[in-house]
T-cell receptor, first 114, second 114 residues
């Protein structure tokens, strides 16, 4: 089954404790991205990657890091989480650069930073 | 830069009634337009998209949208809604020729009542 898998689905952590949210897709997509969803703000892009070893900042990159060492994986790293990073996070992938047929989204990761 | 405005944050409607969810965008260049749906506790799923051609676009679950370039709108419609349509709906744009980055509106929560 074609899918984007995020882990964990739910996470509660403390301020300053490094964490990684994993994202994996099995569709051989080149383009992957991370969004955060906050009430009343919709989805805002954090980082995106056009291919292996190619990443770039989205609209709200502060406090986040990403890496793209393999085509299928695109982890989101919070080096020192803060309460304002409490949010619902989505990973998405698309078939290829500039292809607008569809973006496939993961189920989401609800992160709470206390 | 592009921006998306969803004019209604919440739309309550009775079952079998028609519904229209409004979306306006701002862009100085050509864009692609999308509607995504998010059911409770799930990721986003593509409802329909406008890339080019006919301005009336039909999507899944009986939804359709009409692209109006002069009014920079892309309103979503369904002639008769069901309880199962209760969800949050997001309008999104992507600049033609971009890397496919999606700019989302803030979402409209559709609540269908029996």
């Amino acid at each position: 089954e074609a899918q984007v898998t995020q882990n964990p689905r739910y996470l509660i952590t403390v301020t300053g404790k490094k964490l990684t949210v994993t994202c994996s897709q099995n569709m051989n997509h080149e383009y992957m991205s991370w969004y955060r969803q906050d009430p009343g703000l919709g989805l805002r892009q954090i980082y995106y990657s056009m291919n292996v070893e190619v990443t770039d900042k989205g609209d709200v990159p502060e406090g986040y890091k990403v890496s793209r060492k393999e085509k299928r994986n695109f982890p989101l790293i919070l080096e020192s989480p803060s309460p304002n990073q409490t949010s619902l996070y989505f990973c998405a992938s698309s078939p290829r650069l500039g292809d607008h047929t569809e973006a496939f989204f993961g189920q989401g990761t609800r992160l709470t930073v206390v | 830069a592009q921006s998306v405005t969803q004019l209604d944050s919440q739309v309550p409607v009775f079952e079998e009634a028609p519904v229209e969810l409004r979306c306006n965008y701002s862009s100085s260049v050509s864009v692609y337009l999308f509607w995504y749906v998010q059911y409770p506790n799930q990721g986003l799923q593509l409802l329909l998209k406008y890339l080019s051609g006919s301005t009336l676009v039909k999507g899944i679950n009986g939804f359709e949208a009409e692209f109006n370039k002069s009014q920079t709108s892309f309103h979503l419609r369904k002639p008769s809604v069901h309880i199962s349509d209760t969800a949050e709906y997001f309008c999104a744009v992507s600049r033609v020729g971009s890397q496919g980055n999606l700019i989302f509106g803030k979402g409209t929560k559709l609540s269908v009542k029996p």
